[in-house]
């Protein structure tokens, strides 16, 4: 228990966009096939995980079937499991069926001296995001009754810009909201996002901010239109929280890009 509580190992995977019926494809690709590769390479890579984090859109077209495949795959790691809703995600179909003992759509952990605080950045509807007034209280609150907890903050949508102007078009539209709660307590050491299928570490009023790469297509950096990238593979993040509060990090991929990826229109 006391190496749990001084250093915490998590493991990100996002944007799965998997499909409700099995080996169906989408611009090509199986991408349950490349899920269930990245989180093999996952747990072929790391002896141990104390908490998986699914940054959202689990799934391309949301159905029971969709989800309770990928609970059934997260619960043979054995492992805990907390899941974000995404702008292609039903929020409510992942409250009924991700709630079991090891797999949850849970808003706040708090492990050993780390606070973790899960946010629902979807608008029903759209592509873009935006934190309600409900969650920016929530996350308030939060961080009011825990200022001695190092806090990292978990959402689908991004926060900061990434360069690529029409993906950008997309991020929590009211983050200078976010940021205005998060700029009151200094206890924030970083948030991580989904969405953007591609890396991202920047820092932002001394957050360090993380996006990771999807386990199926990748989008390409600094890009003016919508573009994929055949070039990068799926991969994931790996995060290492320490007692004193520092944060390493690493992305790991899968040996190869795509194969038959179509490079067409998403429609995103």
């Keep these: 228990m006391k190496e749990l509580l001084s250093k915490l190992s ?6 799965l966009h998997i499909l409700p ?4 494809t989408f611009l090509g690709i199986n991408t349950e096939d490349y899920f269930l590769a990245v989180l093999k390479l996952a747990l072929a890579e790391n002896s141990h995980f104390d908490l998986i984090i699914i940054t959202g859109d689990l799934a391309q077209n949301p159905s029971q079937e969709s989800y309770q495949r990928i609970l059934k795959h997260i619960e043979a790691t054995h492992t805990p499991c907390i899941c974000l809703p995404g702008n292609h995600d039903d929020a409510q179909l992942m409250q009924q069926i991700f709630n079991t003992s090891l797999v949850s759509c849970r808003k706040q952990v708090l492990l050993g ?4 605080i899960f946010l629902n950045s979807q608008i029903k509807g759209a592509s873009g995001g935006r934190l309600s007034n409900e969650e920016l209280c929530f996350l308030d609150d939060c961080l009011s009754k825990h200022p001695n907890h190092h806090t990292l903050i978990a959402v ?3 926060c900061l810009e990434t360069k690529s102007a029409w993906m950008d078009t997309m991020m929590i539209e009211n983050n200078l909201e976010l940021w205005a709660v998060i700029g009151k307590y200094p206890n924030v050491k970083i948030i991580i996002n989904g969405h953007i299928h591609q890396l991202m570490d920047s820092e932002h009023q001394g957050v360090r901010v993380l996006g990771a790469p999807s386990t199926c297509f990748q989008f390409k950096p600094d890009s003016s239109f919508f573009s994929l990238d055949d070039i990068a593979a799926p991969g994931y993040r790996k995060i290492i929280l320490s007692l004193d509060g520092r944060i390493q990090t690493f992305i790991s991929r899968l040996p190869e890009p795509l194969k038959d990826l179509q490079i067409d229109s998403l429609g995103y």
Excluded at 10 to 15: A, G, K, Y
Excluded at 21 to 24: F, I, M, S, T, V
């Design 21 to 24: 019926c099995l080996n169906e």
């Design 10 to 15: 998590i493991l990100q995977i996002t944007d």
């Design 156 to 158: 689908h949508h991004h």
């Design 113 to 116: 001296n780390w606070q973790l």
